[in-house]
């Protein structure tokens, strides 16, 4: 007869512990849930133009099971490894976004996929997380502080990949980068002088790009078509009306799962990916679409804690920048939906149809978990 070392259970909890459960039970009840919605936005519409209803609940599914891969793969690694290898990854990212130029595939006038056979590969949606990780590697190298030529040096390394991105055109994404950069230098400690500056300098930015025509003209109209929505042309905010009277017919508890009528006649266009809130408001209505949010509240809770109690300033920066990552992407994208925010094509975290978009964010928690893991030995 044998016996099970007595130290055994102990070992088991001591794992259990460096696993954070509640970060991994809050992104597989997302992802879950968005093979759901997915498959209720586009079953209807596949079935009646002769195709296989199944066809993206399959490749979801598909894109779930890599990315949880990813996810453990990139939990079990030391974090501090991405540290040396930076600049491999910067660089790189750099390559994928001025290739994309050149052999990328092209679709509803934007160029910024690679052709994989059945699959596509987005590198602007890997360039978030590769930014994170040169962002945090340079501040971590200045324990004394950053000072305007940090700033500078920072606003450049970033910006280079943000112009390239905006250049396919992917403004959503690129407003994304612009934002984890803030959030990280203020996390890093950058003077709040420097920060104003920065601001100011942005505006000014912005400003003289729309003077010089820098923005398509589709591009600004969409950005500013939510300030006043009855004065913009019915084309830029159909859109945003039809996810809107989706939401609403759901009510307080929704028209039921697979029932709703909005959703079925396809009346919301591209639900699947930027509108797939709207399938969630008119499906379980107010309380289950609230519901969704405090389960992104929780996952957004558990990366803000795992950046407070980070060993180093490495680790802190990195959840720094993927919680802005995850909690920005989340708020325009839902905002859009209700039409609070404009349209810039920002997929909600785990539930929008796409496979970079999600092996970036289980990648993304993978990170947070492995800092996790670090801090909790």
Known sequence: MTYAPAHAPARHRQVAGRLDLVLVGATLILAATGVVMIYSATRAKLALAGQNPHYYLERQALFVLLGV???????????????????????????????????GSSSYGSQRW???????????????????????????????????????????????PILLIIK?????????????????????GMPGRYLLLLLFGATVVVVGALEAGLLQKYQIERLTSFINPNS?????????TQAKNAIGAGGMFGTGLFKGAQTNLSYVPFQQTDFIFSAVGEQVGFVGSSLLLVVYGILAWRVLRVAQTARDTFGRLLCSGIFALLVFSVFENVGMNLG????????????????????????????VLAVHHRSAR
């Open 340 to 367: 609070i925010m404009p349209v810039a094509g920002i997929p909600l975290p785990f539930l929008s149809y796409g496979g970079s978009a999600a092996i970036v964010f289980f990648a993304a928690m993978g990170v």
């Open 69 to 103: 891969a990813v996810m453990a793969v990139v939990a079990a690694f030391d974090y501090r490894r991405f540290e040396e290898v930076s600049t491999v990854l910067y660089i790189g990212t750099l390559f994928a976004l001025v290739g994309v130029f050149v052999v």
């Open 232 to 240: 913009a042309p019915q084309s830029l905010t159909y859109n945003v």
């Open 114 to 160: 690679y052709p994989l056979g059945p699959l596509e590969l987005q590198p602007s949606e890997f360039a978030t997380l590769t930014v994170i990780i040169a962002i945090a590697t340079y501040c971590s190298r200045r324990p004394d502080g950053l000072d305007l030529r940090d700033m500078v040096r920072l606003v450049l390394l970033a910006g280079v």
């Open 168 to 188: 396919q055109p992917d403004l959503g994404t690129g407003i994304v980068l612009s934002v984890i950069l803030v959030v990280m230098l203020a996390v890093a």
